[in-house]
């Protein structure tokens, strides 16, 4: 252990290797899925240069990489370590290294956070796709990578959007640009605007590494598509009593392209989000709410906004009357938070704890599905609630992807009662023998995915010993070993 720690100490600077046992803790925090190993120590890399030396010398002492990119806590068990591992901890290459406002894009380090990104774009008019309140100090770069879904379901285009171009170091040590990126010399002397993801040749290079939990390459930076921020916005809200009646609004507006932010979520993750760390505030929320809410927002730019507005809103009341159903400018039973709530989707949540974590460690259930499938997972789940015999309600949100042709479901419970973690894990293969797709399959679920797609398996083990033959890139996770 102690020459370990000596070799990496001479590949890096002092203190860039930690191997205090106070320090390691912080990569146990919320753990819970699939530990088993603990992290040796973790190194701080600063420079590509610095992570390819990392790279090359785990291969030598064949020991793991675990990276890091997001400061805690971890909900899926991603960066938990199978074995006694090395922790990349990627916090301190954090440069906002480009702000390209006639591109429209941004390039990162993959320790650039959204609590850092966010207000960088908004001096500069634009914004970035963000998930749903996610933590100021989760890594952008590692967001998109894993695809998570962005409340603009009009702006996702494709499962990977808004990643276009990155510079990975595979498992053998080796760096290799994706897209527009690819051409030969540095990047101070390459013309090209990086924005351009396909390739080089007939390949998509960039999506091996997407979703892959850091088991096929270590990102160094990423060039991500930015929109332009709004001049205006407007929220509107539909109050949902029945789930089959879900999807048919959003369906229809975002065909039509009138909303840029379109989601929906259950009243008791809305109450969540809305009381605070109050548990008389949330149990009055809850009781004021709707079972769903769907969130609607407007948005007028820079040339005639308010012009803009006005016929996005004649357009927005003709499909609610249309379909026979109420839209409302503020949350039903709670005048003048609907203002409140869209500005906090346009920012990283502040708050410790994050609002998941209010009644203790949570357990996350997500997955995609078609919009025709929506209203019967959600009743199902409810079901399966039941009888793991769970009390009262558990969170629920849905996102349109993909311009609405897909649905991004997810549902998430918080406490130490034994039925959750029941729940927690019967649930995911009741879910998948009834439709529900896995597309980031973390710990047990990967079992559930793989078991039947031996053809998939070869295919991505073969990939696996191309870009990294030793197996020392977060070993497994996914299919791998």
């Not at 290079?205 to 979703?211: D, E, I, L, Q």
Request: hydrophobic share 40%; proline share 8%; net charge neutral.
């Amino acid at each position: 252990m102690q020459s370990l720690i000596e070799r990496f100490t001479d590949l890096l600077e002092d203190g860039k290797v930690s191997a205090s046992p106070l320090g390691l803790n912080v990569y146990k925090q919320g753990l819970r899925h699939d530990g088993g190993g603990r992290p040796l120590l973790a190194v701080f890399p600063e420079t590509k240069a610095e992570v390819q030396a990392i790279v090359r010398l785990a291969n030598e002492k064949r020991m793991p990489l675990v990276p890091v990119s997001s400061g805690p806590p971890r909900f899926h068990g991603g960066t938990a370590c199978k074995t006694d591992s090395v922790i990349v901890d990627f916090s301190r290459m954090n440069r906002i290294l480009r702000i390209d406002p006639d591109n429209r894009s941004v390039m990162l380090e993959p320790g650039a956070t959204f609590g850092a990104v966010i207000p960088a774009l908004k001096a500069q008019g634009l914004r970035i796709s963000t998930p749903l309140l996610p933590r100021a100090n989760k890594s952008v770069v590692a967001c998109h990578l894993e695809r998570e879904p962005g409340t603009i379901p009009k702006y996702h285009y494709d499962h990977l959007d808004p990643l276009l171009t990155l510079e990975v170091v595979y498992g053998t040590g080796d760096d290799f640009r994706t897209g527009s990126a690819s051409g030969p010399g540095s990047l101070e002397t390459l013309k090209a605007d990086k924005v351009n993801p396909w390739g080089p040749g007939s390949l998509d290079y960039y999506r091996f590494v997407s979703a892959a939990q850091g088991s096929m390459g270590l990102v160094t930076w990423a060039v991500l598509k930015t929109e332009v921020l709004p001049v205006i916005k407007r929220p509107y809200f539909i109050p949902v009593t029945d789930p089959g009646r879900l999807t048919a609004p959003m369906n229809e507006l975002l065909r039509r392209r009138i909303v840029d932010e379109c989601l929906a979520l259950n009243r008791h993750t809305l109450a969540a989000i809305l009381a605070g760390d109050d548990a008389r505030e949330f149990a009055r929320l809850q009781a004021a709410l709707p079972p769903w809410t769907i969130l609607l927002a407007i948005s007028g730019y820079q040339r005639r906004p308010e012009e803009r507005v006005r016929v996005q809103e004649k357009h927005l009341f003709d499909v609610g009357d249309r379909l026979g159903i109420a839209i409302e400018p503020d949350l039903p039973g709670l005048r003048a938070r609907g203002a409140e709530l869209l500005e906090s989707l346009e920012n990283p949540w502040p708050e410790t704890p994050h609002w998941k974590l209010r009644s203790g460690d949570s357990h996350d259930i997500f997955f995609l599905c078609p919009m025709s499938k929506v209203a019967s997972l959600i009743l199902l789940m409810q079901e399966l609630a039941r009888d793991a015999g769970v009390n009262g309600e558990i969170g629920g949100y849905i996102q349109p992807v993909t311009q609405g042709r897909g649905c991004h479901c997810e549902f998430h419970f918080s406490g130490a009662d034994p039925a959750l973690a029941r729940l927690s894990a019967e649930a995911p293969e009741a879910l998948m023998n009834h439709g529900a797709f896995f597309s980031r399959p973390y710990g047990a679920w990967a079992d559930l995915v793989y078991r039947d797609y031996a053809e998939g398996v070869a295919a991505l083990r073969e990939l696996k010993r191309i870009f990294d033959p030793n197996n020392i890139l977060n070993p497994g996770k996914l299919c791998f070993e």
